[in-house]
């Protein structure tokens, strides 16, 4: 990284306990190559995160051969390549994915009034919201895409449902009962909220605390932040740009 | 799309989704929005399911006072825009403010960058994987009580301590266009972290970084400084990290190497001054991970952020032996990448300062500190292939 | 059934062989009771249907019984119940098939440039050529979920399709090499071709083979009869009644 | 939706998906579109699922000149509405050209219906269903050198000589309204195949099926024809089916029945004067379904085609044992069930005219045919459950 006003500046390396690090003395590196199963690597039954663990633990091959994967008590898994669909079968669920994606909009009323065309909803269910939240289903279906596809589809039970995948996505997908819908914020802002956000950014310029404060207290900053983002790759920011 | 080599390596990734829309502030240049176009287009190139996709927990207060102060911690902890008006006497103390304003959830931020590279540093210590990437941290001017260079937690320095518990030795190496200031003050005085940091050198920030700076006590030659000149470009920076880097990795055998991947180096950078490429900055990746040592990859500068997220894509692409497309796939940024949406970017037509003789006879004196380092053991340590 | 003009007929039962069917002499019954797997049920290995034989013989359940369907040379398979599959999961696969349907009408341009709207859209892909299809799909599927959505996605190699569920159906889907799109006569005909044959069905009523002739000669009768009791479902028909 | 009874039969249902585009010509009564109708609605009940779904193989010319004679068959084969002013004489001889128009692939339509009956016979002969369904047949008018009544082939005795290869007696029972003479004509002179019809007689298509009719030679008293007035309804109809068709059960101890569920005797029919709904209808299926003895439904007439599909969709859901809504579920031909939208048909409101003691004169009469076949086994049969 580097300063804001790019001047040079006058540093220097200092020597103290005020600046080093506490260098840990133990070093668990040889006990570990004579016997790695005892070492740090945890075993399965961590409360905390009992659910992914055991599905990370065993990704079952199709050919019925158990494949261990282990995790660390600092992660949640949110995909991994261990397991035996081909890159043609992973493209095919992202496929019915889209696809659910954009009947679960037709199914909706807000969205099915708002696209103009087909080909825009078709786009809406194709943005990288919707293929990271199936691949995390997918790793939730053991890599299974049959339970992979009953998980874009879930009925109204909380038990069908895998909500260990938002966890890790950290997206909100919507309720159950229907093929499920993942939108982000380009699309969860209706038309009036895309006004007021144009109308406060000619205002206030990035300054979106001031902006949600203003303008849109019902938004996050991080919502203003990512919708910002993403109104930078549509007409209306080529547009308001043309005004300027 | 993809074509494979030969073995590829079990790569680990980290990344929070949420760490894209965290704001700086107006008109600074460091955005979090690139992690997530870079992890965007990791997904679009089909590379997300080559890896292991984990998402980090975030550190905790305890993780981050492993090498923090209480102080601090507890300082950035509470500090809020809201409230920092009545605490301007310690943020001066703390150097927040300017380079390193406050900003909502900066405190959280911190911890999902250090949860991530402390992640990373647990599965290479557990031999889980083979190489780990955090784009998410690498922000290697956070010093012990003090922000800097729009770091306020430094990940890689916890990230080291985890891997010193595992290796005797550790190996950091910088190739951000930045002098990887604190990380080297942090093992200033240890010879069991090894830092190399290549950079801008001379009325650039943060200053520190000359050829003489070696390290201290028993920390003395495990400092290691190559200083650079503006507009140095990919055949130039090969010329010298190859041999410099070979060379360290035969005298210091490190245990883990981790490598800082600041892509403010890259030509174009809107704090840069550099002229490298993808290619030249990928490069060091590639070098790097042929020695076949547990490797980290980190993050750090980079404010061209359309080519940042294009470099990180790349080094992951090479982490993975895969070789992606020039031709960018379709993905929600997609507009950021014109007018020509591909992948490698070309050097700009500017004078490359560091001559030949400059490079050559730096790297002299390069040699000559790690000649002053214990002899090597017998084996000599060479990358694996080709 | 019954004369056209409802008269009463003065019929009588004739007797003579040119009357009276011929009376098969031997019965198998009883040895059939005695020894049910000699009898005339077939083998598998009947050249013919080998592909269906086969995939009925073995409706593989999850938890990895095999149960046996026999078929008789006289039939070909479309779909059976003996699967471990529940209804809730069948209706969860027929909404991805709809799903499906709805993204592959977004993909073609010829149907994306037809439907005013989304709700249309879906609606032309709910119809039940779709459901139809798709259950064909998961019997060739062998009731495996994961396979089944692999149909719904075929790529572009025909290995990868059961062409055996189009002679099943009688459907004809569309190309491989995405997702798969199923239309009716309702769906296939532009707009020109229902006034043709609103004009046609004004001037020959329902003489199909007329119509087809002055005015359809691209169509078969067979497509004229299918669209005509689609045609009466719509719209269109309620307001060409309304204008009589 | 649905709920389940004891021990659900399994059952197989044929069906070719081209059956419904055959098209007798414009006015004609009967639509083989009904037949799509039903199977879309069987589809929307979510029955379609819990069948086993076959497409049969069409019937072949050799298969079909079992019964008709080849001259026929081969008239039919080659006769089309564009070569048939050159045929008229053919066409007086076989009855083709008014009830029995020359249509577009009349040939076809025949080898599906008959290969449906064919294939449900084979399914019950080799023990592999308890019921078969064949919609598209029925067709019990066509003799063996004549078509008659919208009837060219006839699947029924195709079928039931398919039957007779593995069963010493055959029982065939007809509900349509009208005398099912085609299939008596064909088993007249035999004990091995019975046949019962429940008709309207007296002015009335095709002026056979009057009760002193009782079969010939060996087939004597192997006819039973029960003759009925206009406006029959569901509990005189019962009153008089369930005791003839329990007793002919008893004396004759088929070894498999096949029951023509000719729709047109329904309330409402285009064609028809009788005033039964599904349930009176339906209540034919499930009486003989009771026996469990392999029985094999087949359509027929039936010319208010919206009812047709309701009755032979409710009767497919006696069959698997499955209650269905009131509510008619969506499907491609909703429009066609306006205004109420609902499965089950009202009765008219019409005069009855057949008294109790014209039905119970006729019952007693029948009786008596019964009484002069030889004497049944000490076993009695009764239907199974309830
Ligand atoms: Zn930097
Ligand atoms: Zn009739």
């Known amino acids: 990284a580097a300063n804001l006003t790019l001047l040079a500046d006058k540093g220097t390396i200092r020597v103290g306990n005020k600046y080093q690090a506490e260098i840990p003395e133990n070093v668990k590196e040889e006990e570990e190559d004579e016997n790695k199963e005892n070492g740090d690597a945890l075993v399965i039954d961590e409360e905390a995160q009992e659910d992914a663990q055991e599905e990370a633990q065993e990704a079952t091959s199709q050919d019925g051969a158990h494949r261990k994967m282990a995790l660390t008590e600092r992660e949640r898994i949110i995909f991994h390549p261990k397991h035996s669909l081909t890159d043609q079968e992973i493209d095919q669920f992202l496929i019915i994915a889209r696809a659910v994606g954009t009947f679960s909009r037709a199914l909706d009323t807000n969205s099915s009034t708002r696209f103009p065309t087909l080909h825009m909803v078709a786009a809406a269910a194709s943005r990288d919201v919707t293929l990271f939240h199936a691949l995390a289903l997918l790793h939730q279906a053991k890599y299974d895409l049959g339970q992979a596809v009953r998980y874009l589809c879930p009925p109204c039970n909380k038990d069908t449902y895998p909500f260990e995948a938002e966890k890790a996505t950290g997206l909100h997908t919507t309720s159950l009962g229907g093929p499920i819908l993942c939108r982000d914020q380009l699309e969860e802002w209706s038309t009036a909220e895309s006004n007021l956000f144009e109308e406060a950014l000619e205002k206030y310029g990035k300054d979106f605390h001031d902006m949600r404060n203003d303008y849109l207290p019902w938004k996050s900053v991080r919502d203003l932040v990512e919708y910002y983002y993403m109104w930078k790759t549509t007409n209306r920011y080529q547009e308001s740009k043309k005004q300027k | ?386």
Chains 1, 3 share one sequence.
């Open chain 2, 1 to 386: 799309l993809f074509t494979y080599r030969a073995m590829p390596k079990k790569v680990a990734y980290y990344y929070d989704g949420d760490c894209g829309n965290y704001y700086y502030g107006q008109g600074h240049p460091m955005k979090p929005h690139r992690i997530r176009m870079t992890h965007n287009l990791l997904l679009n190139y089909g590379l997300y399911r080559k890896m292991e996709v984990y998402r980090p927990i975030p550190a905790s207060f305890e993780e981050m006072t492993k090498y923090h102060s209480d102080e601090y911690m507890l300082f950035l902890k509470n500090i809020r825009p809201d409230n920092m008006s009545e605490s301007s006497k310690q943020m001066a103390r703390f150097n927040v403010g300017e380079d390193c304003p406050v900003f909502d959830g900066v405190y959280e931020f911190c911890q999902l960058s250090c949860g991530g590279s402390l992640a990373a540093a647990c599965k290479l210590n557990q031999k889980q994987a083979d190489i780990t990437i955090n784009w998410m941290g690498g922000l290697h001017h956070a010093k012990k009580s003090e922000a800097s260079g729009f770091c306020y937690a430094n990940d890689i320095v916890l990230a080291i301590l985890e891997l010193l518990k595992h290796h005797q030795r550790v190996l950091y190496v910088d190739i951000d266009i930045h002098h990887g200031d604190g990380v080297e003050e942090a093992f200033y005085t240890t010879d069991r972290v090894m830092t190399c940091s290549f950079h801008k050198y001379g009325e650039y920030f943060p200053g520190t970084g000359d050829l003489k700076d070696v390290g201290a006590d028993k920390g003395r030659y495990y400092s290691l400084n190559f200083p650079l000149r503006d507009g140095i470009d990919d055949e130039s920076y090969e010329r010298i990290f190859v041999p410099v880097m070979q060379r360290v990795m035969e005298s210091y055998q490190p245990g883990a190497v981790v490598l800082q991947c600041g892509a403010d180096s890259l030509t174009g950078d809107r704090l840069g001054c550099f002229n490298l490429t993808l290619r030249g900055h990928g490069r060091c990746v590639e070098f790097l991970k042929k020695f076949g040592v547990p490797l980290m990859l980190l993050g750090g500068g980079g404010y061209t952020i359309r080519n940042v997220s294009r470099c990180w894509t790349y080094e992951t692409a090479v982490a993975l032996d895969t070789d992606i497309a020039n031709e960018l796939p379709y993905n929600d940024y997609f507009e950021y990448f014109g007018p020509d949406f591909k992948l490698h970017i070309s050097p700009a037509s500017m004078i490359n300062q560091n001559t030949r003789e400059y490079l050559e006879k730096t790297q002299i004196r390069i040699f000559e500190h790690l000649r002053e380092l214990p002899a090597a053991p017998g084996v000599q340590m060479q990358p694996i292939g080709d």
